[in-house]
Every structure is written in structure tokens, then in C-alpha cells.
């Protein structure tokens, strides 16, 4: 195997690929295929991701330490040559030599399903977005609740994306694109998938129109020359109707400045906080500091801060729908946020 390119091409493509790796094992390992043009693709055995570059390269293909490889590339043109288990790469004046693996140690598909009935193809920047205005409410990917460290996908009369961890949820709606009506039941029989925190992230390393596929078990997105594939978690998404008072709830609204009382507040160590609505102007109380911020509307709730931090930051207008049991926090006609308060006071 043989392979002529650029190596800020072949590093950038590096660290994308970095994001779907592990540090140890084969995990860390790149798996370079010399065949019309080279490809770089990694693995942690749940999420694949495979690049495209324009090469002059004699076919082959082998698999080094990512690490290594990167740490090999100092700029300018760089050439990789590969004799028997070691791989030569010359990049500018210096000359590395490492050591590495055949191709048949690199996991090959992982198993994935080739059989997706639902395709579609949707922009790749307000794909994202919409998995990114979730991540904050997700379970950390270590918990025990494995199902709630994913975005939930799910197909009515739009595409609604949601993340929850219980006591915080975010949505975000987009017009559905032709073919999203085939994607598959859950085991509740709603159409719905839980797509995986690291999916999430990888997504933003893609550019374009991209072509999604999925079945009951993978999801797949390829954008011009990337490619990421990655599985879905198992089990459903809890029943989150009763964080959602319904548009009679009482409404308090806020201008930015209750996101600079609350990082205030936060920032002087309070767990919670409590905001007490008194007409045109808003008490916003911690353990050790207070607040009086504008509002409009008249309420008391109370919140673990963290979670309404992180709300707080969905837009400069914050409308918030106070039911008996929960509230939640609007932007026009959009429901974007909604929190399980620790006490909800409708005043009187």
C-alpha cells in the first residue's frame, strides 16, 4: 500500500474520526484502505466513522495506532508506504516508522444491518442543531437509565426530537422529509428511536445534505465523502405528557435578565433557587444571594438550578407555563424546555 497527500488533509480527517475511537485496544487504532482514493475509518464497536481522501495511492490497506499516526504528520505533502507490518511515513524533512496491524484485526461492519427501510435525506446543519439543543438534558452516558442518554427520534406529523433526563426536557420539531414515515416502531409501537450522545456529536463534523438510513437497530448518515453508522439504544422513552401543562397555565415572562441572576446565583454555590413573580418585577432567591430582575406576570416556583441553568439559555425571552405539577418554558409558539419544579405556587 502506497498513498501521496496532503497531511493537514489526512490530520483533520484524523481528528474527526478520533471522536469515534477509543484510546485503548484495536479501538485506537485507524483502520487506512488504499482503493481509488484512501479512506480513514475508526471504530469503538458501537459507532463507526469512515472519511474519504483524494490520494495517488497503489491499493492496499492496513491499520496503525491513530495516535501515533497524528503525532507523525508535520505538515506539507506526506507519503505512506506500507512494507509488510511496519508503514513508512515521510512527512516534510522527517521519516517515521510504526509498526502495525493486518486488516482482518480491525473489525469489519460490526455486524450492521444492510437492510434500512427508512432513508431520507435532510440538511445536515439543522439536523444537528435539533440533537444539540437535547444533549444538555441527557442522562451522563455512564447511568444506569441507559435509555435516557440518548435523543429520542420520533415520527408523527413532524420529526420531534427529545432529551430527558426525568426532571428536565428539551424539544425541538422540524418539518419531516420524504421518507421519514417509514421509520420504525419502538417496542411501545410508537415510531420512535433513541439515538446514542455520541452520534449526536459526531453528526457536526458533517457538512450538506445528508442521507440518513435506519433500521429497528443502526443509524446511518453519509454527507458527502464521511460516512457515520452508529447503533440505537434499546428500550423506550418514558411517558413525559406530564411535563407539559397545557397552555392555560399560569405565565410568567422574563427577559434576559433572569440567565445573568441565575448563573449569579449559581456561581455563589445555591443548589436551588426560587423565583417569586410579583407583576412587573421578580424576586429570584438563592442560599445566599437574591436577585430582583423584570418580569411580567405574577407565580412562585422553585428549581434545582442546574437544571433551570441550563434551561434559561434556550433565548433571550423566556415565557414560563406554570402548571399544578410542572412548568415549562416556551419561545413563540414552540415548546422548548420543560422542568419538574420542586414547588409550583400558582399565586393567588
Known amino acids: 500500500m502506497k498513498a501521496s497527500l496532503d497531511s493537514a488533509k489526512l490530520l483533520a480527517a484524523l481528528k474527526r474520526a478520533s471522536l469515534a475511537a477509543e484510546r485503548d485496544g484495536i479501538c ?3 483502520l487506512l484502505i488504499a482503493e481509488g482514493d484512501l479512506s480513514v475509518q475508526t471504530t469503538d464497536m458501537v459507532i463507526s466513522y ?33 512494507d509488510d507490518h511496519t508503514l513508512a511515513i515521510q512527512s516534510g524533512d522527517a521519516v517515521a516508522h510504526l509498526q502495525t496491524l493486518g486488516p482482518d484485526a480491525f473489525p469489519e461492519s460490526l455486524g ?22 437535547c444533549l444538555p438534558s441527557l442522562e451522563p452516558e455512564d447511568s444506569v437509565r441507559h435509555h435516557l442518554t440518548g435523543v429520542e427520534l420520533r415520527y408523527g406529523i413532524d420529526l420531534l426530537f427529545t432529551g ?3 426532571k428536565i426536557l428539551t424539544r425541538r420539531s422540524l418539518p419531516a422529509p420524504l421518507g421519514a414515515n417509514n421509520l420504525p416502531e419502538n417496542e411501545a409501537g410508537a415510531q420512535s428511536i433513541i439515538i446514542p450522545k455520541k452520534f449526536c456529536r459526531l ?10 438510513k435506519i433500521s429497528d437497530s443502526v443509524i446511518s448518515v453519509e ?21 407539559l401543562p397545557d397552555r392555560s397555565a399560569n405565565k410568567i415572562v422574563f427577559g434576559p435578565e433572569l440567565t445573568s441572576a441565575i448563573e449569579y446565583i449559581k456561581g455563589l454555590g445555591s443548589g436551588r433557587v426560587s423565583i417569586n413573580a410579583a407583576g412587573k418585577t421578580a424576586t429570584v432567591e438563592g442560599a445566599a444571594s437574591q436577585v430582583t430582575v423584570p418580569c411580567e406576570g405574577h407565580g412562585k416556583i422553585g428549581f434545582d438550578i442546574a437544571h433551570l441553568s441550563r434551561a434559561c439559555k434556550a433565548s433571550d425571552r423566556l415565557i414560563f407555563f406554570v402548571g399544578e405539577h410542572s412548568c415549562y418554558l416556551g419561545e413563540a409558539d414552540t415548546v422548548l424546555c420543560s422542568m419538574l419544579p420542586e414547588r409550583v405556587a400558582a399565586a393567588a
Open 112 to 133: 450492521f444491518s444492510k437492510d434500512y427501510p427508512c432513508q431520507f435525506v435532510m440538511d445536515i446543519e439543522v439536523f444537528a442543531q435539533a440533537l444539540n439543543w
Open 203 to 212: 453528526v457536526d463534523q458533517l457538512e450538506g445534505d445528508g442521507l440518513f
Open 223 to 243: 454527507a458527502g465523502k464521511r460516512l457515520i453508522i452508529s447503533r440505537l439504544l434499546d428500550g423506550s422513552y418514558p411517558d413525559v405528557s406530564k411535563m
Open 164 to 166: 430527558s433526563d426525568g
Open 28 to 30: 485506537g487504532h485507524v
Open 50 to 82: 469512515k472519511e474519504h481522501l483524494d490520494a495517488k495511492i497503489e491499493s492496499g490497506r492496513t491499520v496503525v495506532n491513530a495516535a501515533l499516526l497524528s503525532k507523525a504528520l508535520r505538515g506539507g505533502p506526506v507519503s505512506l508506504a506500507l
